[in-house]
Structures are given as structure tokens and as C-alpha cells.
């Protein structure tokens, strides 16, 4: 008998690109408009981009102020019958399309991923599976409105603007649409500029529902889309989720029209790792906070505090785990960390880790090859940084993250809330009467405790300051869209 | 003096040792990954019916798993019973394939510790070159860690140059707290490798469970510098099983723990499995289980 000789094996993981032959997209797409597609009034294509390719995807229509205004009354004609239905109607509806996006999960992914950067993973295990239980979430809700408003009679609002970024593009357009539609309102919905695709599929998904013409209308294009839709006469609402400096910019546009808003704009969230925290599991917890969807995430942890007697074992394990994470094509399924969404991201990126470092903080940056066309940026972490570093203040939305250090409880509870932000923050540590006094003390919308970026249909989500007003999730994400009457 | 626990965190670290289950493991990765896997095998029998006879063929098979698949390299080693380890040693002789005792009175190990030092010196005697002792968890749970030490390294001591590996059991000491705890003092007090289960319990090499005993190594490694090798034995029978359980130390623990010196999967049906899959790999359908000899 023979004997194979001892000699090592060497074992890396094989590519494993997600197939893209099943995908059904069309070379060109209209507008959504009165449950079909159009094309615009004045004809403008614009070419959806791969950020990780920089290769063109499809074409696809910008809306412009004619599109905006035919929208506004095909929706403004189809609200009255809408909001009379049956309200379990309205609900089946829904049901309908959150099926539909279950059915067609594995296409929306990897357009998804195709569109916007993100990793594979991250499109099929959270992007669409939370989209399909935020529409289920909602469309249960339908029939229930006066109990999410308890014992009030409430009434839609009517037709409302809605406009959505470009980091969870189809995982947004959910969250907004998805309670609007369930009040009883009538939507137009202004996808990303650089991510249009999977709302244009969500338009097909709403035809397949056969939802009735007008109840939803989308208009893709660029901030000026957005900018119209704002300020068009005939909306009752609008909502937003982008930046905080286009928020105040449509805050303004709204001032005294008597129009509602809700705002879910930027964040500068405080990360706290206390020394009593499970260690290991806290750097998972804050690489998933950071690292998560290339950091273009508005709660994203990129304020982390340590607590001092643990600040060098955190960085030291922080600093491991970063250089093990698999940074490239978002198409294979074991990708941790794929693209920047757009070149203009990756310049803003760019900006504020140079500054990071003119100012005196200190860069790591993940060594590791990046593909020579699309838009990448290695994971990075800064170190002595102090509280009046722009890296500290100012809102990255990139894989950086920024590393303060306090010594005391209250010195953490009081970095962190000395920010213009307060979208979310999040606890580490073992001893549970700690970690509830801490999040009560804390001025963010979200807190988690042992864990980052869980969301869930059920929950309200929203922020304090400069990171907006309004919840969505859960049944407090129903009361911005509708009228309290008695 | 009381204990002192490091925190770990159930949700989070089974949740990480889940995410990285998804791994997507295909085509030539799934290849090494089986090969790789086979070569860190303990092909194991313990059961009050082994014979003489058994181990032998055992033994064969441990050489030469898949005669019609040459590129399927030997497994590391065999473990046995006490009783056996000269049958073994005999029939290994020359292979390359080491021949592995459990002592210390296996499973429970509620034996004296003279008894269980006996039990050592006469598996080495017998040709034993690495033996897999279990933990007192009567200590541990009474919270003596003294006492478990004191065990661990007076098994070492009569190891003398054979290869120690530490059981755990891990499903009998109640939380991922205690798993870690359990695998820093079995390292302080000189293990060569730390090890699941017995085979014997409830529940074995979880991949949470395996991810807080590689996290535990990672750090010991980190603080005194010596290595310290893994095994994962009880409940990985199954090929995907296997290769969750090397991602986890590729992962956790790097490239450098993918040999058999630092790395050993304890099984028995899983061998089989491993085969059954890389023959669909090569042929693209999947065999029968009498495909392959079972011992």
C-alpha cells in the first residue's frame, strides 16, 4: 500500500460570483407613471452605472417638471378611491407585494448589488428579505390603523412625496412606501440618482399586484427631480432620507405650506465599549457598525468610544479582524466589503480621511489589492483622535471609522451626546443595569445593546438633532402618514 | 480565591460562527477544503465492542481512504481505547498515521487521579503518541479550578513526549463563559491541543462552542506564544459540517492552523461523507454510501 506523502494544503476559497444570466432587465427604462411605464415629457436617458465595474447597466429615464406634475394628479385623482377601499383591500395589496418580492428575492439582490456596491451577502441576507416583512409588517397594520393611533380616528394625509438615498435603495423605498400606502395615501417616490433599478423593478412588482393606477408613481432622477417634487403645488407630505443638508434645504422649501415632513437624515453614531464587555463579540459589533454596506449607513457606528483600560486590546483584536475581511467583487457571495456607490462618494470619502490626517489623527488603512476600475476605498480606522477632529464630527458615510477613548460612564455618556446627530448609538457591556441607564441617558433614536445595525419592521427608527424627525417602523412609523380627526 | 470569567456573548458569537457557515465553498475551494479535511481526521472507534479485528481495518482505511481516489491524502491519526492502542500501533507502523488513546477514564472521567495517571502511562507504554484526556468537570462546575489544572498538567507530565490533547465537554459545563474559561486553564496548564467533546454528550463541536475555543487560542497564542492546537470532535458528521468548521479556524485562527499539527476533526461516519462529495466533485453525481467501505 502506498502512502500519500505529508505535504500542506493550501485552501482559499474559490471565486463564487452570484449568477447574472437569470436577470430580466430591460436596455431602457420610463418613468412609472399611472401603473405604466412612459416615456418622460422631454426625452433625457441617463445611464445607470456598475460602481464597481464603472460599466453601464441600463438607461433610465429623468423625470423633469412636466413628469412631476402629471404624477402629482394621476396620484391626486387615485387617492380618493384608494383611501376608501376596504381597508383589508388595501392591505391585501400589500400582501401581494411583499409575496412578489419574496418571488423575485434572488433578481432584486443582485440588481441590487449591481446598482449600488453593496456585497451580495448583504443584498440577499438583509437588503430584500427586510424589505418583503416591511411591506408584510405594514400590510397587517392596514386594517388596524385607529389601534397604531390608539383609540383615535385618523384619516391619509393624501398624496405624498417621497424620496429615498441611494445606500438601501429598494430597503427604503419599503419603509416609505409601505406605511404610506397602508394609511391610505397615494405615493410618488424619487429613487437615488446612482440607484435606480430595483425601485423600477418594484414598479413592476406593483404592476403584477395589479395595484391600481396612480397609487404609486416613480420618477427617477438627480437632486434637481427632488427639488422640483418638493416644492410642486398639490403634495401633502413629503418624506425624506438623505443628508442633513438637503433636509434643511426641503425644510425650507416646505416653511408655511401647511405640507407635513418627516426627515431621516445624517449621523455621527457613538459605538461605547465599556471594559466589562464581551471583547470578542464587541469587535464583531463594531465592525459590523462600520464596515457594514462600505459604512454608507446613516446609523453606522463611526463614533466608537473605548473605554480606557480596554482601548489598546480593542484596537489590537479591532485592527486583526479588519485584515481579515474579504474586500472585493460584490458579486461573490463571500465578499464582506464591496464598492463605493459613486465616484462622488469616494471623493467626499477621500476628502475627510485627508483631513483626518492634516489634522493629526492617526490612519490605518486595511493593505490589500482593490480592483483597478470602479470605486473602492480600503477599511480604515483612525486613532488619536480628538473630539474636535472633523473625522469626529462630521459625517464620513464611508468604511472609516473613528476611535475616541473615555474613562468614566458619565464621560461616556457625555461624548457621546456632544454631537449635532443623534440617530443611534450603541452599549457593550455585560452588566445589564448599566446598559439601560446608559440608554436612557443617551439623545439618539436607536440604542442598541450587544449588537449594531439589527433593524427590524417592528421598530421605530428615527433621530434626535440634526438627524431628522419622524419615526418609521413598527406602529409609531404609521402616525407621520396619517391625520389625527377626533 | 474566586473566579474571574471573560464575557462572551451567546447571541453575538453564535452569530458570527453562523455568518461564516455561509461562506460559499464550491468547486476547486470545495476540493482542498475535503482533502484538507480528511487530513486532519482522527478516525475514531470507541465503543465497548471494538476489537482487535476492527481496529485493523480501521487502521486500513485511516491509510488509504479512498484506494480509487489517490489524490485523497491519509488521515493524522486513529484514537482508540487503551486496550487497543498496540493493535493500532502495529498496524500503523511506518504510515505516517499516528495512533491516538483516550485516558483518564473516558468519558466521564470519575476516576481517581492515580487512576487516571495509570491510565496515561499505560496508553503511552502501549505505543499511544497522543492522548486525549478529559477535563474533571466535577472540579470545574464545583469551581476548583486548582484542581483542574493540577490534572491537566500532571497528565501532561506523564504523557512524557506524547501529544496531549485536553476534552472539554463542552456540552456539561453549561455556558460559552465557561467554555472559554475551561480552555485558558487547560492551556495554562500545558495542553498541546484543546478539544470539544468526548463524542460521548449531548452536544459536541457546535460552531459556536468551536468559535469561543478558537477565540481562546487566538489569545493565548497572542500572550504567551505558544501554539496551541484545535480538535473538534462530537457531531461533525457531515461534509458541510467539516468545512464550516475549517472556515471558522481559517477565519479566526489563519492559514497556519490548517495542518494536521494544529488541527484535528475527531469522527468517524463523517469520512465517508468527505468522500461521497468529492466524488461528486469529479463525477457531478452524487454516489451511495456503499460507495465507500465503511471501515
Known amino acids: ?486 | 480565591m474566586s473566579r474571574r470569567l471573560a464575557h462572551v456573548d451567546r447571541v453575538g458569537i453564535e452569530e458570527r460562527a453562523a455568518q461564516l457557515g455561509a461562506r460559499s465553498i464550491k468547486t476547486t475551494a470545495k476540493q482542498q477544503g475535503i482533502r484538507l479535511a480528511v487530513s486532519v481526521i482522527d478516525l475514531t472507534t470507541l465503543e465497548g465492542a471494538d476489537t482487535a479485528g476492527k481496529v485493523r481495518q480501521l487502521c486500513a482505511k485511516a491509510v488509504c481512504p479512498a484506494p480509487t481516489i489517490p489524490e485523497i491524502p491519509s488521515v493524522a491519526a486513529i484514537c482508540v481505547y487503551p486496550s487497543l492502542v498496540a493493535v493500532a500501533r502495529e498496524a500503523l507502523a511506518g504510515t505516517g498515521v499516528r495512533t491516538a488513546s483516550v485516558a483518564t477514564g473516558f468519558p466521564a472521567g470519575q476516576v481517581s487521579l492515580e487512576a487516571k495517571l495509570r491510565d496515561t502511562e499505560d496508553a503511552v507504554a502501549a505505543g499511544a503518541e497522543e492522548i486525549d484526556m478529559v477535563i474533571s468537570r466535577e472540579a470545574f462546575l464545583a469551581g476548583d479550578d486548582v484542581r483542574v489544572m493540577r490534572e491537566v498538567a500532571r497528565v501532561k507530565d506523564a504523557c512524557g513526549d506524547a501529544h496531549l490533547k485536553v476534552i472539554l465537554e463542552t456540552a456539561e459545563l453549561g455556558s460559552y463563559d465557561h467554555v472559554r474559561h475551561a480552555s485558558m486553564l487547560a492551556m495554562e496548564a500545558g495542553a498541546d491541543f484543546i478539544k470539544t467533546s468526548t463524542g460521548k454528550a449531548a452536544a459536541g463541536a457546535t460552531p459556536g462552542v468551536c468559535l469561543v475555543m478558537l477565540e481562546a487560542i487566538r489569545d493565548h497564542v497572542e500572550r504567551t506564544g505558544r501554539i496551541v492546537g484545535f480538535k473538534a470532535a462530537g457531531g461533525v458528521s457531515t461534509s458541510k459540517a467539516a468545512l464550516h468548521r475549517l472556515v471558522l479556524v481559517k477565519e479566526t485562527l489563519g492559514d497556519e492552523w490548517l495542518t494536521p499539527d494544529r488541527l484535528r476533526i475527531g469522527a468517524s461516519s463523517v469520512l465517508n461523507d468527505l468522500l461521497m462529495q468529492y466524488a461528486k466533485t469529479e463525477s457531478g453525481r452524487y454516489g451511495r454510501s456503499e460507495d465507500f467501505s465503511r471501515e
Not at chain 1, 465599549?273 to 454596506?293: H, L, P
Not at chain 1, 473613528?402 to 461616556?412: G, K
Open chain 1, 1 to 486: 500500500m502506498t502512502v500519500e506523502p505529508r505535504t500542506s494544503i493550501v485552501w482559499e476559497y474559490a471565486p463564487a460570483p452570484e449568477a447574472t444570466d437569470h436577470l430580466r432587465l430591460a436596455e431602457r427604462y420610463g418613468l412609472f407613471i399611472g401603473g405604466a411605464f412612459c416615456e418622460p415629457a422631454e426625452a433625457r436617458y441617463v445611464p445607470t452605472i456598475n460602481p464597481a465595474t464603472e460599466e453601464p447597466i441600463a438607461e433610465i429615464a429623468w423625470a423633469g417638471p412636466r413628469d412631476v406634475e402629471r404624477a402629482i394628479e394621476v396620484a391626486r385623482a387615485a387617492q380618493p378611491r384608494w383611501a376608501a377601499l376596504p381597508d383589508r383591500e388595501r392591505g391585501k395589496y400589500l400582501f401581494r407585494i411583499a409575496r412578489l418580492i419574496q418571488e423575485r428575492a434572488r433578481e432584486l439582490a443582485v440588481v441590487e448589488t449591481l446598482d449600488g456596491g453593496k456585497p451580495l451577502r448583504e443584498s440577499r441576507d438583509v437588503d430584500i428579505p427586510l424589505a418583503a416583512a416591511h411591506f408584510f409588517h405594514y400590510a397587517g397594520w392596514a386594517d388596524k390603523l385607529r389601534y397604531g393611533v390608539v383609540a383615535r380616528k385618523v384619516e391619509p394625509l393624501g398624496v405624498v412625496g417621497q424620496i429615498v438615498p441611494w445606500n438601501f435603495p429598494l430597503l427604503m423605498a419599503a419603509w416609505k412606501l409601505a406605511p404610506g400606502l397602508a394609511c391610505g395615501n397615494t405615493a410618488i417616490l424619487k429613487p437615488a440618482e446612482t440607484t435606480p433599478l430595483t425601485a423600477l423593478l418594484l414598479a413592476e412588482i406593483c404592476q403584477e399586484a395589479e395595484l391600481p393606477d396612480g397609487v404609486v408613481s416613480i420618477l427617477p432622477g438627480d437632486g434637481t427631480v427632488g427639488a422640483t417634487l418638493v416644492r410642486a403645488p398639490g403634495l401633502d407630505k413629503i418624506a425624506f432620507t438623505g443628508s442633513t443638508a438637503v433636509g434643511r434645504d426641503i425644510q425650507t422649501a416646505l416653511a408655511g405650506r401647511g405640507m407635513e415632513l418627516t426627515l431621516e437624515l445624517g449621523g455621527k453614531s457613538a459605538n461605547i465599549v465599556f471594559e466589562d464587555a464581551a471583547i470578542d463579540q464587541a469587535v464583531e459589533g463594531i465592525v459590523n457598525g462600520i464596515f457594514f454596506n462600505q459604512g454608507h449607513v446613516c446609523c453606522a457606528g463611526s463614533r466608537l468610544l473605548i473605554q480606557e483600560s480596554v482601548l489598546d486590546e480593542v484596537i489590537a483584536k479591532l485592527w486583526a479582524r479588519m485584515g481579515r475581511l474579504r474586500i472585493g467583487d460584490p458579486l461573490d457571495k463571500n465578499t464582506d466589503v464591496g464598492a463605493i456607490n459613486s465616484a462622488e462618494q469616494l471623493e467626499r470619502i477621500e476628502t475627510l480621511v485627508a483631513a483626518g490626517e492634516d489634522e493629526g489623527a492617526v490612519r490605518r488603512s486595511v493593505a490589500c489589492s482593490l480592483p483597478e476600475r470602479g470605486y473602492w476605498f480600503a477599511p480604515t480606522l483612525f486613532t488619536d483622535v480628538s473630539p474636535a477632529h472633523r473625522i469626529a464630527v462630521e459625517e464620513i458615510f464611508g468604511p472609516v471609522v473613528s476611535v475616541l477613548s473615555f474613562r468614566t460612564q458619565a464621560e461616556a455618556i457625555e461624548k457621546a451626546n456632544n454631537s449635532r446627530y443623534g440617530l443611534a448609538a450603541g452599549i457593550w457591556t455585560d452588566k445589564g443595569a448599566k446598559a439601560f441607564e446608559v440608554a436612557s441617558a443617551l439623545r439618539a433614536g436607536v440604542v442598541w445593546q450587544n449588537t449594531y445595525n439589527h433593524f427590524d419592521p417592528t421598530a421605530a427608527f428615527g433621530g434626535y438633532k440634526e438627524s431628522g424627525f419622524g419615526r418609521e417602523g413598527g406602529p409609531a412609523g404609521l402616525r407621520p402618514y396619517l391625520r389625527v380627526v377626533r
